[in-house]
């Protein structure tokens, strides 16, 4: 008898597929297929994004369009407008026509072009900044007021220190806090020097140069390199820069040409023993004569109305802001306008970073240098 075990077909296996190798050069025309495409990708994307750029640029907003914004709603025809001078008094900005300077003396031309505006407050609150910035500002608040006949108003906030008090030594009137941080008259120009911690590292810097001075407060000569002239001629325009802060104080504190002699007051004879460099609060400076009137911004404001003959709180505020420089925000993530490592002195003043140049004289507070 047969074993049925031993009669059965064995399961039949299925066949594995035979490997056909590929025609010879398909894979060399693949990869030059890919590289092309991806080639033409890379081309077709630079060129989006150049185009895309362009027309980015092509619509930044122009920076004249300045747009006016109602602090206060009031009488139509009898305007104040609000200058506000915030921050470190700078030339610097994110586009060339987006920096302080030039803000305010187009928000000054617009105030001058509107026979409805009939006085400008300007709101400081600045430590101060560069001499170039501050006399700048200084010299357009003067023209305003002999070309219109409008007078400017200076309101200190919280510090109105060295060049912020430079800004407003031409106001007609000027009104602080009882608190406000000023004065601080005084010029500082400051240089780190390099040259130790080069020695330490074994790096040397070669230089070439076309006079004896052409090389002054260079952070890689050693200190005692300065000689006795270079401090000289250094302290002699310092001097000559301080020079011109006074007298910037004086005619801006003493002409009565521009002043308002109703609630003007004289500048004390001996204000200038207290224009060392030392801060003052605005009740010092009310003794002293460098401010007229002790008060707020409401305070500045109805000053300012009454001395153009406007009723009490019936003015219009009004506030001319700059256009958005889209472009310099992303310009913002392309490059730094930030000088290079090393070149800088960093001070903290509780806001946003910012740098001071080394060699460059600035109307500032000096208490507010790091340490």
């Known amino acids: 008898m047969s074993d049925p075990d031993r009669d059965s077909t064995p399961p039949v296996l299925p066949q594995q597929p035979q490997y056909q190798p590929r025609p010879s050069g398909a894979g060399r025309w693949v990869f030059i297929f890919l590289f092309f495409t991806l080639a033409g990708m890379l081309l077709l994307g630079g060129w989006l994004v150049s185009s895309v750029g362009e027309a980015m640029d092509s619509l930044a907003a ?29 030339s610097y900005g994110l586009g060339a026509e987006q920096n302080m300077v030039t803000r305010i003396k187009k928000q000054l031309d617009l105030a001058a072009a509107d026979e409805r505006i009939k006085a400008v407050v ?26 219109t006949g409008k007078p400017v108003i200076a309101s200190m906030g919280g510090m109105a220190a060295s060049g912020g008090y430079y800004v407003a030594a031409p106001c007609r009137l000027i009104v602080a806090n009882k608190l406000t941080i000023t004065g601080s008259i005084g010029v500082i120009m400051q240089s780190i020097n ?35 002239e270079q401090k000289k001629i250094l302290q002699d325009f310092i001097d000559s820069t301080y020079e011109q802060f ?4 004086e005619s801006g504190r003493e002409k009565k040409d521009h002043r308002d002699t109703k609630h003007a007051k004289e500048l004390a004879a001996d204000w200038k023993d207290y224009a060392d460099g030392r801060i003052l609060t605005g009740a010092q400076a009310l003794e002293l004569g460098m401010v007229d009137k002790l008060g707020n911004l409401d305070a500045a404001i109805r000053l300012a109305e009454d ?12 506030r001319h802001d700059p256009p958005v420089d889209i472009m310099g925000i992303f310009r913002l993530f392309g490059k730094s306008s930030t000088p290079p490592a090393g070149s800088t002195v960093k001070i903290d003043l509780g806001l946003n970073p910012i740098s001071l140049r080394p060699g460059l004289p600035y109307y500032i507070a000096p208490h507010l240098f790091a340490q």
């Open 122 to 147: 300007l709101r400081i609150d600045s430590p101060g900044g560069e001499v170039l910035a501050s006399d700048e500002i200084h010299n357009a608040i003067v023209e305003f007021q002999a070309d």
């Open 307 to 318: 001395v153009v003959g406007i009723t009490k709180d019936t003015a219009r505020l009004v």
């Open 62 to 90: 122009p920076t004249d369009l300045y747009t006016e914004t109602i602090v206060r709603s009031g009488d139509t025809a009898q305007r104040i407008a609000v200058v506000p001078v915030t921050g470190i008094i700078t």
């Open 246 to 249: 006074a007298g910037i104080v």
């Open 194 to 228: 390099f040259h130790g911690l080069m020695d330490k590292v074994g790096v040397q810097a070669v230089t070439f140069k076309s006079g004896a001075n052409k090389d002054m407060l260079s952070p890689f000569n050693p200190p005692e390199a300065t000689s006795d």
